[in-house]
């Protein structure tokens, strides 16, 4: 299975099997992700692995598991986008190798080593005690129509990303983001968050984002779409409803290519 195919079929797991992992799958997790995987790759990231035994995760809604992952980062613009894209990633790779998990978006270190970095998220993962995949049918998702508004022609590349996008997890299943379609670029944009809880609920909505845009970036190197990230300026000054500009993919072609 590819970490393209794990899309249509992963879901969140919520028991486990405590069972030790392959060891060279934890080091893979611990050094997951390259400069290809990244929209930001001037940002350092980090990874580290603990065990249930460490007792070092605590928060609401925990899910109790055998391992949990955490994703450091240094702050910089984007930081919190990079990491999600970098996250979801690493949940797809685990699916393909039969390893479930789930994000822990009220979870915390109750000890924290790291001086340079902060921790951006927690994952809980492992050998599922549950069904690891579910169907097509199963997912509980917005129509794409309701997601997009176009401007232009909406080709059979953007409807292969959409549909990738349209089937990515979000905090409380809220699917914040909306997509501006034109003829070679996908703007995402997501919804603006409310005064109580503002810059946990805007950390989260970011994070989102960078979950959604790893769907289309590994459909892209699955169907050799060439896809770049980018950050447009006159993009900032447009004003969409209720939501905020995040990024655009700009899709590629020959003539485009460096």
Known sequence: MTRYEAIFRRKSVRKYRWEELDPHILETIEHFGGDEDCICPDICVKWKIFRDTDRNIKGLFQVKAPYYVVLYSEIK???????GCLMEQLSLYLHTKGIGSCYQGGAALRHNEETDLTPVMIMAFGRPAEPLERN??????????????????????QRKL?????????????????FVVTENRVHLFVSKPVRIGYQFQKNL????????????????????????YQKLDRILEKDFQNYFYVGSLLILDESEKI
Request: without cysteine; negative net charge; aromatic residues 10%.
């Open 77 to 83: 613009d984007d930081y919190l986008v990079n990491a």
């Open 136 to 157: 097509r049918e199963d997912f509980r998702r917005m129509e794409l129509k309701k997601l997009i508004r176009l401007h232009g022609t909406f080709g059979k590349v």
């Open 162 to 178: 959409l549909e990738a996008a349209r089937l990515a997890p979000s905090a409380m299943n809220l699917q914040p983001w909306r």
């Open 205 to 228: 909505k970011l994070f989102d984002a960078g979950i959604v845009l790893a769907h289309m970036m590994v459909t892209a190197e699955e169907l050799w779409f060439d896809v770049e």
